[in-house]
Nanobody, 118 residues
Framework: QEPLVESGGGLVQPGGSLRLSCGSSAFTLNKYPIGWFRQAPGKEREGVACISHSGLSTYYADSVKGRFTISRDNAKNTVNLQMDILQPEDTAVYYC???????????WGLGTQVTVSS
């Protein structure tokens, strides 16, 4: 079983919204900073947003700032990515990431496909 599981992807028209969720049965996510990354065909994986373990600090890539919001739901042990005003250039496979601060090992899910097209 994958340590992280992403869900919520799909096909949406430009200007639409999706909400991605990252969950885990292996980790208590609020003990770790969590990042969302994406990889479009033919491009390198890039960081989109991240959130501190407390949820008090967040970071966004310039390309998504003002449109995407990362948040925690500790009751559900998830980290969510609300994506609004989606554009075709947001089309990619979206992955969540957890880095163990002690071992420096990166954990990834299998990703969820987001396609923005009319």
């Amino acid at each position: 079983q994958e340590p992280l599981v992403e869900s919520g992807g799909g096909l949406v028209q430009p200007g639409g919204s999706l909400r991605l969720s990252c969950g885990s049965s292996a980790f208590t996510l609020n003990k770790y900073p969590i990042g969302w990354f994406r990889q479009a065909p033919g491009k390198e994986r890039e960081g989109v947003a991240c959130i501190s373990h407390s949820g008090l600090s967040t970071y966004y890539a310039d390309s998504v700032k003002g449109r995407f919001t990362i948040s925690r739901d500790n009751a559900k042990n998830t980290v969510n990515l609300q994506m609004d005003i989606l554009q075709p250039e947001d089309t990619a496979v979206y992955y969540c990431n957890l880095r163990d601060g002690v071992t420096k090992h990166d954990y990834w899910g299998l990703g969820t496909q987001v396609t923005v097209s009319s």
